[in-house]
């Protein structure tokens, strides 16, 4: 699978392609459990950014990556979380865009058990929310894409 080749689903994205390209070669020399640890980090930012309180199933989830990345649990949990609750809230009962985009990007977060490409597409995702927050600004693109390599270099 080219975990690359999946743009169609996530939308247009206006992004700073270098900055992207140094994301994801940093991401490719992390484990799934240092990218599960990079998403735990990167979902928290996601929800302090948007002034979002974590509803039952982020915490629930959240809390299943760490279970994983404690070796209590296998990968299920967390991934049921995200395809039974989390994409569901986006399709079913988030009334905004962003509130939607936050879904999403938490679903991916939530999967990085399951397979570690999520860890990359929730990095994409978040570049979307970025752009419908502040359309047009790439210096929010740009502030955002540093963070996100920030974060990863640090696990």
């Known amino acids: 699978m080219n975990i690359y080749a999946y743009q169609r689903p996530i939308g247009e994205i206006q992004?700073?392609?270098?900055?992207?390209?140094?994301?994801?070669s940093i991401f490719e020399t992390k484990d799934k459990n240092q990218i599960a640890r990079f998403g735990l980090l990167y979902g928290q930012h996601i929800l302090d950014i948007t002034n979002t309180k974590p509803n039952t199933e982020i915490t629930l989830a959240f809390e299943a990556i760490q279970e994983w990345i404690d070796g209590k649990v296998n990968y299920h949990k967390a991934r049921n979380?995200?395809?039974?609750?989390?994409?569901?809230?986006?399709?079913?009962?988030?009334?905004?865009?962003i509130e939607k985009k936050i879904y999403k990007i938490m679903?991916?977060?939530?999967?990085?058990?399951?397979?570690?490409?999520?860890?990359?597409?929730?990095?994409?995702?978040?570049?979307t929310l970025i752009n419908r927050m502040y359309p047009n600004n790439m210096d929010e693109v740009q502030r955002e894409r540093l963070k996100q390599i920030e974060l990863i270099m640090n696990v």
């Not at 979380?81 to 865009?97: T, V």
């Open 107 to 127: 679903g991916q977060i939530a999967s990085i058990p399951h397979v570690k490409a999520h860890g990359l597409w929730a990095t994409d995702f978040a570049i």
């Open 81 to 97: 979380i995200s395809f039974r609750h989390l994409y569901n809230m986006d399709a079913c009962e988030a009334k905004e865009i």
């Open 15 to 24: 992004d700073i392609p270098a900055l992207r390209k140094k994301y994801i």
